[in-house]
């Protein structure tokens, strides 16, 4: 997919994709939760994050390496060239995930014991390690389908990978009822068989189109395979310590808040039932809308190291800033009515008012998470991989730091670890936003607050307004549900009202852009 805007339908690809499989990960967790309790989910989210700092480790950012050093072959017209570099790839990712995956396996006792403080988990651990032998090969298709900017397999394969790792979930819950140590382990291999049936669709469609779509002819003075492996390294490097950030931003919360919330003398079992409606519930609502901007960010990818390595740096930064107008008109509403909602939302989706305790502080990050993700995506497509890194980094500091300090005041607790983490991206996203200025100077995001602002504002006053008359009639369920409903139409209005929302940007969207178009034409939300 190639063209000015093919990158955002490539993007709106993966943003459905990634929203349905996001969304069946989210809601998954609602019976999840009410079947297993905060504890269940305690124990099951402090495994997570040791499965995604290894995973990183093994790809060690290769997969988006894959994915520039393709878009690059592919511009100019050496096809052969990118599918050796993915086969050179291949082989260099499925070596290590082995490896990986067989360390994680031995290291199991010793993780849950020695850094988790929590022997429950060991067997979860052990559960979940084969998945990083078969994601770390997944991956590798996916780089290269997104280099070639065909992001249909990625997709589906998304879809179909957290689809079987929910039902294997569920499976562990009845069949283990009762005994949270073994259904913990058998929710975890839900990403063994998840990620299985996502290769094997990924494979059978490789095999299907590469005599085709992916064998076409392009000869160009090739590198020898050690120059390939070292310009792979180059990138994917800094990828991999930034990849690595992330999971161990998690890994902080699974370790740090549990003991900082036992400083501030809440009991052992209370601690992991507070951090489990930290993470694996209002955390899992905060990440929900950023499914967007984090496939603008794997689609801006390949878009911008395309421009940029034909010298289109007009065209690199149209690409960003039109990334940019999508995120903030998108998920400044959603921030907003994930702070204005927030214990509506929890007693709603989950039974538990006090949820709505971390979400309320919590919101904010969604914006300054998904600004992240998408000027991270811009620098790394300019092959500036190291400097999203050290941002990154940085915000992790500033998490960590007052995470400790926070969460240990007893007035503060959970608060404290939810306001950690928002400054933590606010942070990191700064420092990308500064760099891309030197580097970019056209991409600009000041241009695109106020609109979505002015109709955020008055959307959310609607919001408030609204819900506590709509409580008194029907209850919180159906209030929930009906101001949700007057929100989005109150700020398509706004929107409309004062020209955010223009037919360019609904007219990327695949499949139904046209017709979404004439249906907004002439409800008068567009121009």
């Known amino acids: 997919m190639t ?6 339908r490539g993007a709106a690809i993966l943003a459905l994709a990634g929203f349905i499989s996001k969304s069946i990960g989210a809601f998954y967790r609602i019976p999840f939760a009410r079947l297993v309790g905060g504890e269940g989910v305690g124990l099951y989210q402090m495994v997570y994050p040791i499965y995604t700092v290894v995973l990183a480790l093994s790809t060690a950012g290769i997969p988006v390496a894959i994915s520039v050093l393709v878009a690059e072959k592919t511009a100019q017209g050496d096809y052969y060239g990118a599918n050796r570099i993915f086969k050179v790839a291949l082989i260099l990712l499925s070596v290590a995930s082995l490896l990986f995956a067989a360390a994680l ?18 067997l979860a651990i052990k559960a979940i390690a084969p998945a990083i032998f078969i994601t770390g090969v997944m991956s590798s298709l996916r780089g290269f389908f997104q280099g070639q900017q065909v992001m249909h397999p990625t997709a589906i ?55 085709t779509d992916f064998k076409r002819i392009g000869f160009l003075p090739q590198e020898r395979k050690r120059v390939l492996v070292k310009r792979i390294i180059v990138i994917a490097l800094p990828l991999s310590l930034g990849n690595l950030i992330m999971p161990i931003m998690q890994l902080i ?30 955390g899992t609502l905060i990440n929900l809308p950023t499914i967007i901007t984090l496939s603008l960010a794997v689609s801006l990818v390949p878009a911008i190291a395309e421009a940029s390595s034909r010298g289109y740096l007009e065209q690199a930064a149209h690409r960003g800033n039109a990334a940019l107008r999508v995120t903030t008109v998108l998920l400044l509403p959603a921030a907003a009515g994930l702070w204005a909602l927030a214990e509506p939302i929890s007693i709603f989706l989950f039974s538990i008012s006090e949820v709505g305790v971390p979400l309320r502080y919590l919101a904010g990050g969604v914006v300054f998470l998904g600004l992240y993700q998408v000027t991270a995506g811009v620098l790394q497509g300019m092959s500036k991989t190291y400097i999203p890194v050290i941002n990154l980094f940085i915000g992790a500091a500033v998490k960590l730091l007052l995470s400790y300090w926070l969460t240990a005041i007893p007035t503060v607790g959970i608060r ?13 996203f700064m420092l990308n936003y500064l760099s891309l200025k030197i580097f970019l100077p056209g991409m600009a995001i000041k241009r695109y607050l106020f609109k979505p602002m002015l109709a955020v504002t008055i959307m959310t006053g609607i919001v408030v307004f609204s819900y506590g008359r709509f409580l008194l009639l029907w209850g919180n369920a159906i209030a929930v549900m009906g101001v949700i409903i007057i929100a989005v139409f109150a700020y398509l209005i706004m929107l409309a009202g004062t020209g955010a929302l223009r037919l360019k940007d609904v007219e990327a969207l695949p499949f139904a852009g046209s017709r979404i178009i004439k249906i907004l034409v002439r409800l008068g939300f567009v121009r």
Do not use: C, H
Request: zero cysteines; proline letters at 2%.
């Open 3 to 8: 063209g000015r805007d093919g990158f955002i």
């Open 105 to 122: 396996m031995m290291g199991a006792d010793f993780l849950a014991t020695e850094v988790l403080k929590e022997p429950r988990a060991q």
């Open 157 to 211: 394969s998304q879809v179909l990978e957290q689809s079987i790792r929910v039902i294997t979930v569920f499976i562990a819950v009845f069949v283990y009822s009762g005994n949270i140590t073994l259904i913990a382990a058998g929710a975890t291999f839900g990403a063994v068989t998840g990620s299985a049936v996502g290769l094997a669709f990924l494979i059978w469609y490789f095999l299907r189109k590469r005599n």
């Open 253 to 282: 919360d699974a370790v740090v808040v549990p003991q900082r919330l036992r400083a501030a003398g809440y009991a052992v079992n209370r601690a992991t039932e507070l951090f489990g409606q930290f993470t694996g519930m209002a």
């Open 416 to 428: 404290g670890a939810a306001m950690s983490t928002v400054l933590g991206f606010f942070t990191a």
